[in-house]
């Protein structure tokens, strides 16, 4: 049974760059939720997704956006990138009925130069 | 107030011994809370519901104190496996959830 994945590991880009993360969800598993982790900080939700629609969103601009796949994978893409987005970025997976116990997946580090 | 406060830590242990923190939540309608547990540089991983019964888990005690708006959790017998940053979740209500800063605890041998 495949948990969380996610794509690339670790992501390198240069400020005012546009980046794409990638997510496949815990087999079985319905909703995909993304996070923001700064160093020494707790996640930070970004938004959740369900049946290919952003479900919920958390405090963040307009340059981070999403999309979920019929077959569930996310995508995480933030434009115009800046110094403060450097961070890891966390997917999570849930069953919807339970969406509160969550999955992760082991993240991408994003580092912006 | 912060929606979900913690004692960032460091915590220094010594192995054997017992260790407890808690973690303090402002919504008073908050409906369910976790522990999650998260080491350097891995990603966060489920390690106990808390219950308003409160619940056990071999070595690890978590409770609910609605009155006083905060949950604990105890640790007995520390390994040094236990060394990690502890994370204290909260569901205010709806599929969100909203989680703390951690607290950071190590385990001395």
């Known amino acids: 049974d495949a948990g969380v994945t996610q794509s690339p590991t670790h992501l390198i880009k240069t400020r005012g760059q546009q980046v794409t993360l990638r997510c496949s969800p815990k087999s079985g598993h319905d909703t995909v939720s993304w996070y923001q982790q700064a160093l020494g900080q707790g996640p930070q939700f970004i938004f959740q997704y369900y049946e290919e629609e952003e479900r919920q969103r958390g405090n963040f601009p307009d340059r981070f956006s999403g999309h979920q796949f019929p077959n569930y994978s996310s995508e995480l893409n933030v434009n115009a990138l800046l110094l403060g987005d450097s961070a890891l970025y966390l997917c999570?997976?849930?069953?919807?009925?339970?969406?509160?116990?969550?999955?992760f997946g082991p993240g991408t580090r994003l580092t912006v130069t | 107030r912060k929606e979900v406060e913690q004692d960032p830590g460091p915590f220094n242990v010594p192995e054997g011994a017992t260790v407890a923190f808690n973690c303090t939540y402002s919504?008073?309608?908050?409906?369910?809370f976790f522990w999650y547990r998260q080491d350097c540089r891995k990603e966060p991983k489920l390690l106990m519901s808390?219950?308003?019964s409160g619940n056990e888990d071999g070595r690890f005690t978590a409770q609910l104190n609605r009155a006083s708006q905060y949950i604990s959790l105890l640790i007995r017998d520390s390994k040094l496996s236990d060394s990690a940053t502890y994370l204290c979740?909260?569901?205010?209500?709806?599929?969100?959830?909203?989680f703390g800063k951690g607290t950071r605890l190590h385990i001395l041998p």
């Open positions: 999570a997976s849930s069953l919807t009925s339970s969406s509160y116990e969550q999955y």
């Open positions: 919504n008073s309608a908050s409906q369910s």
């Open positions: 808390v219950y308003s």
């Open positions: 979740v909260v569901n205010p209500g709806g599929d969100k959830i909203i």
